[in-house]
């Protein structure tokens, strides 16, 4: 089936660096997003993204954080500077649509801040 | 309140037991989606099932949007089906945002 790449699966950072979490989303997909999901917690939304803009970002969404896709490459999300809260597993997932499509998840970059 | 709410929170069961996962959702929310969570975190898109009954091997998916509820049935449940399920809605109108429940996390032993 269609595949979501993160790149890397693992990152661990000092507190205060800055961090760039990849996302390689499926080719002809036009919606993006990424999630956040601490350690044995529930997995929450973060932000949406569509035509090079962001849609809707929740309360989690810091000021500290940002995403873009330049050139159609890489959806990233950027984490300047990171704090030890950010420590957890952030997905990225695609979709062809936006409401009512499925959604096809990556493996997850797990972030650990020191 | 929770907008996706999942029972049981954990399961145990004997290899070879069935097991039935419930996902209640609010009025906010359509196009249930579940989702199986590997031990080591990775997702698993098992349906998209907006309405009605999918199946898929010893997976069954029903979801009744009137009573807003969504079910995952597990036949015949294998040690490798351990894990956490995850049920998630798609919140209507605004912007396209997959909402999760806490999911259930299911061990299967021998």
């Known amino acids: 089936g269609p595949k979501v790449l993160q790149i890397p699966s693992h990152q661990i950072i000092d507190m205060g660096q800055m961090v760039t979490l990849n996302c390689d989303p499926v080719s002809n997909h036009l919606y993006f997003y990424w999630y956040k999901q601490i350690l044995g917690q529930q997995m929450e939304f973060l932000v949406n993204f569509y035509n090079g803009k962001v849609m809707e970002k929740s309360k989690l969404f810091k000021d500290q954080f940002s995403v873009e896709r330049p050139d159609g490459s890489y959806f990233t999300l950027k984490i300047q500077p990171t704090a030890l809260e950010d420590s957890a597993v952030y997905f990225c997932?695609?979709?062809?649509?936006?409401?009512?499509?499925?959604?096809?998840f990556g493996s997850g970059t797990r972030l650990t801040v020191l | 309140g929770q907008q996706v709410q999942q029972s049981p929170a954990s399961l145990v069961l004997q290899e070879g037991e069935n097991a039935e996962l419930q996902c209640n959702f609010s009025t906010s929310l359509n196009s249930m989606q579940w989702f199986y969570q590997r031990p080591e975190g990775s997702l698993v898109s098992l349906f998209y099932?907006?309405?009605g009954t999918k199946q898929s091997g010893r997976l069954t998916s029903t979801t009744v949007i009137k009573e807003r509820r969504s079910s995952l049935h597990i036949s015949s449940s294998q040690i490798t089906d351990s894990g956490t399920y995850l049920c998630a809605g798609m919140n209507q109108g605004g912007s396209a945002k997959l909402i999760f429940g806490e999911g259930t996390k299911l061990t299967v032993s021998s």
């Open positions: 997932a695609s979709s062809w649509g936006g409401s009512a499509e499925t959604l096809y």
């Open positions: 099932n907006p309405s």
